[in-house]
């Protein structure tokens, strides 16, 4: 499943290939996506160039001119490929490419998602802080406003286990599964702690290791994202770098303890029981 790495490295792909473009066509598949496509989108979005692509959490912003947005969310398995005439799509199943954008200079920008838990959405603008899935999204892990002292409060008297914590959308928007393990295993936290007990200089290092993680996996564009390869060529390659997840039985590069899994809040959790307290 993407996680904000990378939906980050798609939104600096797209950045480059299709800020600037105009939408002259759109093609919308018969499957519909987890919430269908409404009749007016292709007809209200044909003629309007992408102005920017931004992100909160894990959507995709694309910003037309005039008075709308694009609100898209890669859901389980999607992907947004931009595909020029010669792309190879035997990557991807036909029937899954769910939404075409056609770019004025002959690109199309496809919408492929095989579990179809996927949205693409038309926002006016205006509406876009009190839509429904962006309002209740805690601060970016990537800005200001998320630091030691923010997340010191988030945790305050909870009893929920820090990975709990630090992966609620409401305290942090963008801290997955991959990455919660990943930064408490930098931060010598076992994932099963009580937020509220955690002591001031564990809470610092979370909150340092937060930003620090999901920028290196930013820069390696991410860890499983399969699709990237289809848009300029590469994987991403945070896989490479993982310490912790997926390791379960094999020995911490540190101290070369059998690294344990745990479940916490039903996803599997992965530590080194002596690295981390
Ligand atoms: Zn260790």
Redesign the pocket.
Known sequence: MPELPEVESLRQILERSVVGRTIVGTRIGRLPLRRKVTTNFGPRIRGRRIDKIGRRAKYLILDLDGEDVILVHLGMSGSLTCRDRDFDSSEFDRRHDHIEFRLDDGTRLVFNDPRRFGIVRLVVRIALPDLHELKGLGPEPLSEAFNADYLAAQARGRKVAVKNLIMDQRVVAGVGNIYASEVLYRAGVRPTRRAGRLKREEIVRIAKFIPIILRDAIDRRGTTFRNYRDSEGRPGAFADRLQVYGRAGEK?Y????SIRNVLVGQRASFY?P??QK
């Open positions: 911490c540190r101290c070369s303890t080194c002596t690295c």
